[in-house]
């Protein structure tokens, strides 16, 4: 059963993860339509998923949500600290948006809700200036949600990922909070 609701969208509810989440979080994660786009390539036990939820999902280091519909999860919605460390991205108010659903769940808007509902905590509730996000150049359909919530492409990162026995470009997306606002 889901944690109690910390924020709600049109068609999910987002939750603290609790540790009777690890074997869905299990699941998903080793579900090839989940690990490959995320790029991370190594199989994970149970072990893993319970060290990933003590030392990340448990960390001060970001926000980790499961989302729900009713009490079925869907996936984890996330803001983590920027790139440049926990002091800067106090100094500079940023924070970087990332996200996973369960395959039987794509494409069905849950995504888009969740992230839009995460993005808006993070300008409203947090008071940040910026949330950036990374996705491979081939993954259409994170690119597209990115930009469906008004993210700019801001830069590529050329060749940095390899899927599927090739190298791929990373897209660098960035929203700042004065275009949120000006969007909704």
């Given amino acids: 059963m889901p944690g109690p609701v910390f924020l709600e969208g049109e068609e999910v509810t987002l939750r603290p993860v609790e540790p009777a989440d690890i074997e869905f979080v299990q699941r998903c994660m080793n579900d ?85 509902t ?20 081939f993954n259409d359909a994170s690119a597209g949600l990115l930009e469906s919530l008004g993210f700019d492409h801001e830069g590529t990162l050329r060749e940095a990922a390899w899927f599927r026995g090739e190298y791929h470009d990373v897209l660098c997306y960035g929203l700042l909070r004065e275009d949120w606002r000006a969007e909704r």
């Fill in 32 to 116: 090839a339509r989940v690990w490959r786009p995320a790029l991370d390539v190594n199989p994970t036990n149970y072990d893993q998923c319970e060290e990933f939820f003590e030392n990340v999902v448990s960390g001060e280091d970001g926000v980790h949500c499961l989302a729900c519909d009713g009490d079925e999860p869907l996936g984890i919605v996330a803001l983590t600290g920027s790139q440049y460390g926990p002091t800067e991205t106090a100094r500079s108010r940023d924070a970087e948006l990332a996200y996973w659903f369960a395959p039987e769940h794509h494409g069905q808007g849950y995504g888009s809700d969740a992230a839009e």
């Fill in 118 to 137: 995460m993005v808006a905590y993070a300008f409203d509730d947090r008071n940040l200036r910026r949330v950036s996000a990374q996705v491979g150049s």
